[in-house]
């Protein structure tokens, strides 16, 4: 629990552009993931103002992309905090465990895309933030 905002990272994935065709990004489990990839999942369609997120993971590990359109992720140790816009489908921010996480402003049509370290369970997530920062000793 006791990783802080700067252990996260923005990580460019490779890209490869093509005039003709479009472009194409590559995300590769131990190799732009320093993880293996258990679970993914999508957030769309969020309503104007509202935000996702909410909480932090005891072990799970996250990749978040911004599969389409941009949405700000604001990132708390308890003691710093750190907001990362994603608006490029070419970079991803690594979220270590025991850092809380909210995104928000999402734009319209957004798309955050979520690669994870783990299946879900329960008792991984901390949905509470006095219980988070108690675990945090902070």
């Known amino acids: 629990m006791k990783k802080s905002v700067y252990d996260c990272s923005l990580v460019e994935l490779p890209r490869h552009p093509s005039d003709r065709l ?3 990004s590559v995300l590769q489990t131990g190799v732009t993931v320093p993880f293996d990839v258990k679970r993914v999942f999508f957030i769309y369609d969020v309503p104007g103002g509202e935000s996702r997120g909410g909480h932090a993971h005891r ?3 996250e990749f978040i992309v911004a599969a389409s359109g941009s949405f700000s992720v604001t990132l708390d140790d308890g003691t710093n905090r750190r907001t990362v816009m994603l608006n490029r489908p070419y970079l991803g921010l690594l979220v270590e465990p025991g850092v809380w996480l909210t995104l928000d ?4 049509g957004a798309v955050a895309l979520v690669f994870t370290s783990d299946y879900f369970t329960h008792s991984d ?14």
Do not use: M, P
Request: charged fraction near 30%.
């Open 22 to 24: 479009g472009n194409l």
């Open 59 to 61: 072990a799970i590990s």
């Open 105 to 108: 402003d999402f734009s319209s």
């Open 125 to 138: 997530h901390i949905k509470d933030y006095s219980e988070f920062l108690r675990l945090r000793g902070e």
